[in-house]
T-cell receptor
Framework: AQSVTQLDSQVPVFEEAPVELRCNYS??????LFWYVQYPNQGLQLLLK??????LVESINGFEAEFNKSQTSFHLRKPSVHISDTAEYFC????????????FGTGTSLTVIP | DAGITQSPRHKVTETGTPVTLRCHQT?????MYWYRQDPGHGLRLIHY???????DKGEVSDGYSVSRSKTEDFLLTLESATSSQTSVYFC???????????FGPGTRLLVL
């Protein structure tokens, strides 16, 4: 089974500053990688995903993540955060060949300070 | 919006009582999942289904059972609720050939 580590449980950052949320996973077998965002009292929304192809993937609201196979990482970045980015962020991985089970990290709470 | 609803959205119950949570989808997705979300644990898979009457256990299945008698509904039952099952429960769906899971709005369950 996979395990996913999100090293930072809470990340405070000032508005318009850059941010990086870290995610590492355990296995080097072929994987699919995802970032989900959860706003208070809501379900999880897909932010971006890596399935194949370019290792750099982007979301429509300015986030990007890079798949690094050698370091088994999928860190999420944004060059300039907004107040509206305040939320919980979850990294998830699934095995490319079995695919049924998603393994989630414990989440990172991003707080954007005005 | 992936056409997923969960009911009830909130429930308070007592230890030892049975509880059933319902996940309903409108878009004929093959795969359905039940997760629980707890602080410090992220989301953990309870059970999943890969078709009508086809289900399998996840990471934290003890104390839970599921049923899927038709494509659109996936039921999660706590036969005898315990306080450790106080949690937020999320349903998710996935289509064949689609690698992404899409989540419902969640059910907040409190077991007293």
């Amino acid at each position: 089974a996979q395990s996913v580590t999100q090293l930072d449980s809470q990340v405070p950052v000032f508005e318009e500053a850059p941010v990086e949320l870290r995610c590492n996973y355990s296995s080097s077998v072929s994987v699919y990688l995802f970032w989900y965002v959860q706003y208070p009292n809501q379900g999880l929304q897909l932010l971006l995903k890596y399935l194949s192809g370019s290792t750099l993937v982007e979301s429509i609201n300015g986030f990007e993540a890079e798949f690094n196979k050698s370091q088994t990482s999928f860190h999420l970045r944004k060059p300039s955060v907004h107040i509206s980015d305040t939320a919980e962020y979850f990294c998830a991985v699934s095995d490319r060949f079995t695919g049924n089970q998603f393994y989630f990290g414990t989440g990172t709470s991003l707080t954007v300070i005005p | 919006d992936a056409g997923i609803t969960q009911s009830p959205r909130h429930k308070v119950t007592e230890t030892g009582t049975p509880v059933t949570l319902r996940c309903h989808q409108t878009e004929n997705h093959r795969y359905m999942y039940w997760y629980r979300q707890d602080p410090g644990h992220g989301l953990r898979l309870i059970h999943y289904s890969y078709g009508v009457k086809d289900t399998d256990k996840g990471e934290v299945s003890d104390g839970y059972s599921v049923s899927r008698s038709k494509t659109e509904d996936f039921l999660l039952t706590l036969e005898s609720a315990t306080s450790s099952q106080t949690s937020v429960y999320f349903c998710a769906i996935r289509s064949t050939g689609e690698e992404t899971q899409y989540f419902g709005p969640g059910t907040r369950l409190l077991v007293l």
